[in-house]
């Protein structure tokens, strides 16, 4: 380990007042012109949105509402019990046609 004198610097590092005051670059020290500017994020087009999750997408389907007529009335009721609603009414009032 190298010794520091008594202005703290280390053996060696002989710099006159207009040296010191000027920014030094090496290790751990980026030039000026590429360091972070203030207010300003160092990733500005942010992370990549992950792609959405089959069974997230369905979800959202199925909890929307949409409108259905029943006779003369309309009803709004979620995506997820029309399909059952449907086969329930099929059942319970058949079409016959021949």
Do not use: C, W
Not at 46 to 54: I, L
């Amino acid at each position: 380990m190298a010794r520091r004198n008594k202005s703290g610097r280390r053996r060696g590092d002989q710099f006159n007042d207009v040296e010191e005051k000027l920014y030094r670059v090496g290790d751990g020290r980026p030039l000026t012109e590429t360091q972070f500017k203030p207010g300003i994020s160092g990733n500005p087009k942010g992370r990549n949105n992950k792609t959405p999750r089959f069974s997230g997408v369905i979800e959202q389907v199925l909890d929307e509402k949409i409108e259905l007529r029943v006779g003369n009335r309309v009803r709004r009721q979620r995506e997820s019990t029309t399909e059952p609603n449907a086969q329930l009414h099929s059942a319970l009032h058949p079409e016959h046609r021949s």
